[in-house]
């Protein structure tokens, strides 16, 4: 086995557990010919610290997989997807509804690899060299184990830029319905365009936080910012909201929220608009009152270096959300990007309640549901994160 040594005093992030060695740590490896390998890790005194995946064109060199001085079996990647199928086949949390992440990376001991689970088709998305050529042996493994009647691979193609792979798209196994894999959500229908929509086709990490809307959401002027497919407004259409207006930018992701509220709402005839255009601008010219406003906006911080500009569009627009809140509203305010902390975000929301003149109320709030667990040892892991304020 290949071997990567560590520069002398940089082994302690890998003996509190960390993934992850950057290539500032490294004092010696095998180069491009082990792209992609399993390798061994020393210390720079020769001690065997772990096991991971090297990537010698990424600024992350090696994701450990093992600690310690044993090799990881040689069926390791099987036995830790079966695992995480039993923690979710035994969670209470994960009952009533047939979407799930089967896989969720560090957190799940699969650097690399995430699966969702869509009724009975799977995707599959690789983020490093390593994952996408153990492909094969994932697809095996769910049509074998995981239940799986088709499987779609859409690798992160920014991702395999920078590890320096072929990103696979599209059906890998099995067969997928004519149209959309339609899933139920806790009572709600939604459809998932697994071969063209976001990521792996749904934002199955906002399920607690939609149940929230349905939740809150009767009687209630609903305003759903950022709505991409109306998972939020489809929510509050469940739980009898008096009115919807979604906003996004996507006309194909309009049209399958409008198709959403439609199969979701309590009674025909729910008044609803959808607003083809910008959040952020149509925030600032909103004319009307709402009850309950939820503001998700995409990552806006994919790097530590844009933090202060992504704190300042946080702050814009929940400035003129709250500026559309009625007295008493609610509203749900998120991040989706680790490097834009929980405690950052409560401190945008104060920034903003000041320049508005709203005093805000803390009444919760939301992380991930249990499907997408974050290891203690990566908190890099921990990208989603919101507030349930009112005002």
């Known amino acids: 086995m290949r071997e990567v040594v560590l520069q002398p005093g940089r082994d302690r992030s890998v003996r509190r557990r960390h993934p992850w060695i950057l290539s500032g740590s490294v004092a010696r490896e095998p180069g491009a010919s082990a792209h992609g390998d399993l390798v061994r890790v020393r210390s720079a005194e020769g001690e065997v610290l772990g096991h991971g995946d090297y990537s010698p064109s990424s600024q992350l060199r090696v994701?450990?997989?093992?600690?310690?001085?044993?090799?990881?079996?040689?069926d390791w990647l099987e036995q830790r997807?079966?695992?995480?199928?039993?923690?979710?086949g035994s969670d209470p949390l994960l009952r009533g509804t047939d979407a799930v992440r089967l896989a969720n990376?560090?957190?799940?001991?699969?650097?690399?690899?995430?699966?969702?689970?869509?009724?009975?088709?799977?995707?599959?998305?690789?983020?490093?060299?390593?994952?996408?050529?153990?492909r094969d042996a994932v697809v095996r493994w769910l049509e074998a184990a995981g239940g799986a009647r088709g499987v779609v691979a859409r690798d992160d193609a920014s991702a395999a830029r920078r590890e320096g792979f072929v990103p696979a798209d599209g059906l890998l196994a099995g067969a997928l319905p004519a149209g959309p894999v339609e899933i139920r959500e806790q009572g709600r229908l939604y459809e998932v365009d697994v071969l063209r929509g976001q990521k792996t086709g749904f934002y199955l990490d906002q399920r607690?936080?939609?149940?929230?809307?349905?939740?809150?959401?009767?009687g209630r002027r609903v305003l759903d910012l950022f709505c991409f497919t109306g998972g939020f407004a489809a929510a509050a259409a469940r739980g009898g909201a008096a009115s919807l207006t979604l906003v996004d930018s996507s006309e194909p992701a309009l049209a399958a929220a409008r198709r959403h509220v439609e199969r979701n709402q309590r009674a025909p005839g729910l008044p609803a608009r959808f607003v083809h255009g910008d959040a952020f601008e149509a925030a600032r010219s909103l004319g009307e009152r709402f009850d309950l406003v939820v503001v998700d906006p995409p990552p806006l911080a994919r790097?530590?270096?844009?933090?202060?500009?992504?704190?300042?569009?946080?702050?814009?627009?929940?400035?003129?959300?709250?500026?559309?809140?009625?007295?008493?509203?609610?509203?749900?305010?998120?991040?989706c990007s680790h490097h834009v902390s929980a405690d950052l975000l409560r401190k945008i929301a104060f920034?903003?309640?000041?320049?508005?003149?709203?005093?805000?109320?803390?009444?919760?709030d939301f992380t991930a549901p249990s499907d997408h667990p974050v290891s203690l040892d990566h908190p890099e892991g921990d990208y989603l994160s919101g507030l349930l304020l009112r005002a």
């Open 351 to 364: 920034g903003a309640s000041l320049d508005a003149g709203r005093p805000l109320q803390v009444a919760g």
């Open 303 to 335: 790097r530590s270096a844009d933090v202060p500009r992504a704190a300042r569009a946080y702050k814009d627009v929940l400035l003129h959300a709250l500026r559309a809140a009625a007295p008493g509203a609610w509203l749900l305010f998120f991040r």
């Open 63 to 74: 994701r450990l997989v093992a600690f310690g001085k044993d090799e990881p079996a040689p």
């Open 105 to 134: 990376a560090e957190g799940d001991g699969l650097p690399g690899l995430v699966v969702d689970r869509y009724a009975d088709v799977c995707v599959v998305r690789a983020s490093t060299a390593a994952m996408a050529a153990r």
């Open 81 to 88: 997807l079966a695992e995480a199928l039993a923690r979710r």
């Open 208 to 218: 607690d936080a939609r149940s929230r809307v349905e939740a809150l959401a009767e």
